[in-house]
């Protein structure tokens, strides 16, 4: 390994897929440059890559849960399967991270999480942002949401009563400290004006036959750490030229995320220099070896951390110099430093501490810490086509101070977008014994004319993101929180903002008992459910498309 040295300048966007994905493409691209002694590059076709390259997992939850007459729940009895494909790749580690989100934010005395990779004849499916968590805190919602139908309560009372707080002690054990939950909720609560918001789409549903309106809110948190333990691990390298500017390199890859930008503006702040002075070029195995994946959205802590302890380190060294001398300028102190023979190098390396988890006893505290967030969604769907719109969106994220509030508004949105696709567009559609038009084994939808991602017509019409103020993070660099995951799941503000409209359309023919709604909520599955006469021919009340897994 010694002798390979890889390098990544940046890389067009990667959100889990690349993370070891990437690794069979270069195996085959490197035997033909082994034999022919020569580069070789291979770029896949889009269809190509979606056949073979893997997705998101899917999910399938089967849920007992005890709960009394007013919705406070008292026990969780949780299977959750994944759909791994032919290799194990990450589902295991995937499927870990559903079984720790599966109570989301909701304090359940007794809970049992049974977990099970399936192991199938799919292509071996991979990481996708919030690897693993969306999926258990979507079947955790789709429980909240039928409690609520259940003791005929709105699902958003019945998410209150069931908050986690300070002192919570989860179901692995891991004890809830500094839970910034119920300031994020009445923020949102008052900035969507809730109450109104509700009224205002009952008397639009109560006018309209087929259009229908909904609302939803929904909490998150997101456990910030790798599951596993080694991985919480971060190199970095600093170097201080003569001219005063600064070269840093660490284990972390851009992706579009800002990580570079931020992990800079730390090394800026730390000499007090311009930002315009600290340049990053690549990622490379030669400067900072065993890099862990630039995943689980913790790379701006880790890395952050290590290039603060790397400019610490060279700040410790010029202390003599700096102390005796007023310098007019960064690069006349490093000259001075450099005269005196001082080291102006430094490698900087960070551990995540008390971060642990113990398969064999089912405790431990695997995170760190967690980010928390909610979001507000109305729609309105066309009951004859299925067809929907955002019409608003509000969300609420505790970043802690942010490291830069611009780069993080903008994970959030593209978070939440992303999100939607997920819970509203993007299906994938095999041929199987439910889809029998389409061959065997094949994937139909390996192009944007079948796949639907959220287009610029999808990005909800009002759409106000927010960040928590004064509630500074103690557990991450500069007192700070992760970002690039947390805000994926609350787009299923938007799916139970369907599911809502969905219940008032069917509660024009008396259908008024609780349903499945598969995720995505595509216009297919929207139609059906929307029961009428039209549909009653056909189907029952309960049918739901099957979905390719
Ligand atoms: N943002 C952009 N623009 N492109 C990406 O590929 N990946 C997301 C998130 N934001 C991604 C992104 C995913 S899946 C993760 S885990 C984090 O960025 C990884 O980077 P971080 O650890 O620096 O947040």
């Known amino acids: 390994m010694s002798k390979v040295v890889c390098k990544t300048k940046r890389i067009g966007g990667g959100f889990g897929g690349k993370e070891t994905r990437s690794a069979f493409i270069a195996a085959i691209a490197a035997v033909p440059s ?10 896949l076709d889009r269809d190509i890559d979606m056949m073979i390259t893997g997705q998101r997992h899917s999910f399938l939850g089967k849920y007992k849960v005890g709960f009394a007459n007013n919705g406070k729940v008292l026990a969780l009895d949780l299977g959750i399967f994944n ?16 079984m720790f ?20 004849n799919f292509p071996s499916n991979t990481a996708f942002r919030g690897f693993g968590g969306p999926q258990g805190m979507l079947i955790t919602e789709n429980w909240i949401q039928r409690i609520a139908v259940e003791v005929k309560k709105r699902p958003e009372e019945i998410r209150e009563i069931n908050f986690i707080s300070d002192g919570t002690l989860l179901h692995y054990g891991q004890l809830i400290e500094h839970c910034t939950l119920d300031r994020l909720w009445n923020e949102l609560k008052s900035s969507c004006d809730w109450l109104k918001a509700q009224q205002e789409v009952e008397q639009f549903n109560l006018h309209n036959r087929w259009k229908k309106r909904g609302v939803a809110m929904i909490p998150t948190k997101f456990g910030i750490s790798f599951t596993t333990k080694f991985m919480n ?27 570079h930008t931020k ?57 003599p110099i700096t102390s ?47 980010t928390y967030g909610a979001a507000f969604a109305e729609v309105e769907i066309d009951t004859l086509t299925g067809d929907f719109h955002t019409r608003r969106a509000d969300v609420y994220l505790d970043l802690g101070y942010s490291l830069n509030p611009a780069i993080d508004v903008g994970q959030i949105e593209g978070a939440f977008v992303q999100g939607l696709g997920w819970v509203a567009l993007e299906e994938l559609k095999w041929g ?9 084994g ?27 103020k004064g509630a500074p993070n103690a557990k991450a660099i500069h007192s700070s929180k992760a970002v690039g995951e947390p805000p994926f799941f609350l787009a299923s503000a938007v799916f139970f903002a369907i599911k809502d409209a969905i219940i008032a359309a069917r509660a024009e023919v008396g259908c008024n008992e609780w349903f499945p709604l598969d995720n995505p909520a595509t216009p297919e599955r929207i139609r059906m459910a929307c029961t009428d006469e039209f549909t009653k021919p056909f189907v029952d009340s309960d049918f739901h498309p099957k979905l390719s897994v």
Not at 287 to 307: I, L
């Open 324 to 370: 005796r001398h007023n310098f007019s300028s960064f690069s006349e102190l490093v000259n001075a430093c450099y005269m005196e023979r001082i080291d102006l190098s430094a490698h900087g390396f960070y551990i995540t501490p008390d971060v642990g988890f113990d398969w064999g006893t089912g405790k431990g505290s695997p995170f760190r810490y967690f």
């Open 233 to 259: 691990q971060a190199g970095a390298l600093v170097q201080i030229y003569t001219d005063g500017t600064v070269l840093v390199t660490h284990g972390g890859v851009e992706m579009g995320q800002g990580l």
């Open 34 to 43: 082994y034999h022919l002694n020569r580069p070789v590059k291979l770029t």
């Open 83 to 98: 759909n791994a494909g032919n290799s194990l790749d990450l589902s295991l580690a995937i499927l870990e991270r559903a």
């Open 263 to 319: 992990v800079a503006q730390i090394a800026a702040s730390s000499f007090n220099i311009p930002l315009s002075s600290v340049f990053i070029s690549e990622t490379s195995t030669d400067k900072v070896p065993n890099a862990s994946p630039t995943a689980a959205s913790a790379s701006s802590d880790m890395y952050g951390a290590a290039v603060l302890d790397a400019c610490e380190q060279i700040k410790a060294r010029m202390e």
């Open 442 to 468: 094949c994937l139909y939808t390996c192009g944007p004319g079948s796949y639907k991602i959220p287009s610029v017509t999808d990005v909800p019409f009002k759409f106000h993101v927010s960040l928590l």
């Open 101 to 120: 989100h599966s109570d989301n934010v909701y304090e359940i005395p007794n809970v049992r999480v049974n977990g099970r990779v399936c192991f199938t």
């Open 432 to 440: 199987d014994a439910a889809h029998k038009w389409i061959r065997p």
